[in-house]
């Protein structure tokens, strides 16, 4: 048998196309072709289990081989095969024909991100790294003949009659001068280690050193022996692709160390994802600890296809908030090799976003209603991300609403509900709004958090670099006329102000005549400056900043869409407080001695907020020495 032939498309260039737009990374290659060995092995399982193969299947093992010298790599495996026909139909029809309408309807594509769908032209990838391409296959068909194909890259290809013995097929890659660097044992090893460690029939690449015992040496200590033994890359039964009831938590815990080697923490929980209608989807999600910095994620979600691997860019397939999960998803139903507008339009791609986001707010209230002192323990390492999801998320908000905490300075947790409850009778103002008060910083806002508490009120702690946005999400969602304010917005009286007005003890002119001296020593166009009446053991000055604006500025700094007030200035109240006895006497001193104490009480409040720096900070000091 002998034949020649050309391959009946209208475009003579279609290796440099498929080079230059099917794939961004020419290692894609090595992934493509042992994946179709992995599915001519599955096939023919397949086709012995419903009785249409009758012989020994035997050992299904895909080997990779490369020969340097040769400048070769072979993709063996005893599958399928093919006949002389098949081959004619499979590659030089079907592939080339997806080849012919990739040509038409992308001649104009200027970027990969443009190419829609696949072609059927995995088989063809072996021509961005190949000069040309041989094929030696022997189909498990009774009485079939080996077939030998060849073809060097343009429309012309060789059949005739093959050497192989065996059923199955070898793809013989002879690699050109510019992809030598695939003929190296580690760039090959690395390539395999990404894209299929996973595959669900063996694959062997080569050999690898293993140390046995040997007995003893003269003083009695074990000995070791080094023997080759053969080096298969994949575990073909990873932990996703059984069902949960015959995994351990050991299980779990010993496939993330599978997943990632290098991570120090273990994961605090996770969920086991299968579903298959209406798409097919299975993985495990891992909950690691999130850190308040927003860390860069080094250990990613993997997606799958039928335990291949595709990417670790993901952020089309789950919600952008679950990127702080690690783990594995795997599903034959999402599209690859596609644009990501087109991505997000899939149905698949929707339906499967809907089913992580619900999956993953079912499994964290089922943990808080089941153990809810476990749940607590971890919440300052899972808060970021249920905070980061209830904004960014209204689905998963409806659920999370249940198990999302907030935390008081006394380190006790309540839900949204309990801690309505708590306050909602004592922390109202005149206008029957409900104020929670919050500190994002304890140490620094002691002093305020100090004075509240005479009070009574309690204070909660929103201290992480999304609480800016959470504290206007706890308005809207934490009860009925709630309003959040950081303890160093106002003077205590203003933060929840109440019927009954304190009554100033300066008569109106010492009360302008104090301003006066006050806004003098402060002399600063960001402080505004008032006299006040407040309880007499309150500090004499407190300086806060406006709870709106503060928050606008924070939320321009994270990103929250608020550029503008990002680039205004900052602005401080500072609330002299008349009732004070340290007004009084700045009153009766002399016009230099009034200043001077004037000036040293507004230094002391901003010194209590951290925000006496550099040459104010250097003469508040000379300045206290010389009082002492």
Known sequence: MQEKGSISIHTENIFPVIKKFLYSDNEIFLRELVSNAVDASQKIKRLSSLGQFSGELG????????????????????????????????????AFSGATEFMEKFKEANDANEIIGRFGLGFYSAFMVADTVEIQSLSYQEGAE??????????????????????????????????????????????LNKYARFLPVPVRFGTKSESLPDGEDEEGKPKYKSIEVDNFINNVAPAWTKSPSELTDEDYLAFYKELYPYSMEEPLFWIHLNVDYPFNLTGILYFPKVKNDFEIQRNKIQLYSRQVFITDEVKDIVPEYLML???????????????????????????????????????LNEIFKADRKNFEAKWDDISLFIKYGMLSDDKFAEKANDFCLVKNTLGESYTFKEYYEKVKDLQVDKDGNIVYLYTSDPSQQDGFIASIKTKGYDVLVLDGPLDTHFAAYVEQKGGEKVQ?????????????QKEENLELNLSEEDSQKALSIFEKAISR????????????????????????????????????????????????????????????????????????????????????????????????????????
């Open 59 to 94: 050992d299904l093992t895909v080997d990779v081989r490369f020969d340097e010298d040769a400048k070769t790599i072979t993709i063996s495996d005893r599958g399928l095969g093919m006949t002389a026909e098949e081959i004619k139909k499979y590659i030089n029809q079907i």
């Open 146 to 191: 080996p077939t030998h194909w060849t073809c060097d890259g343009s429309t012309s290809y060789e059949i005739e009659s093959g050497s192989r013995t065996d059923r199955g097929t070898d793809v013989i890659l002879h690699v050109n001068e510019e992809s030598i660097e695939f003929l190296k044992k580690e760039r090959l090893a690395e390539i």
């Open 325 to 363: 999960l690690q783990g594995v998803i795997d599903s034959p139903d999402i599209p690859l090799n596609v644009s990501r507008s087109f991505l997000q339009a899939d149905s698949n791609v929707k339906k499967i976003n809907n089913y992580i986001t619900k999956k993953v707010a079912d499994k």
């Open 484 to 496: 959040a304010k950081r303890v160093d917005a106002d003077v205590i009286d203003k933060l929840i």
């Open 525 to 628: 166009q960001d402080m505004k400056v008032e006299v006040d009446a407040l309880q007499s053991d309150e500090l004499p000055v407190s300086v806060t900043i406006d709870e709106f604006m503060r928050r606008m500025k924070d939320m321009a700094k994270t990103g929250g869409g608020m550029g503008f007030y990002g680039d205004l200035p900052d602005n401080y109240k500072v609330t002299v407080n008349g009732n004070h006895p340290l007004v009084k006497r700045i009153l009766e001193s002399d016009e230099l001695e009034g200043a001077k104490i004037a000036k040293q009480a507004f230094d002391l409040a901003l010194l209590s907020r951290g925000l006496l720096q550099g040459a104010d900070l250097t003469s508040f000091v000379k300045r206290s020495v010389e009082l002492i």
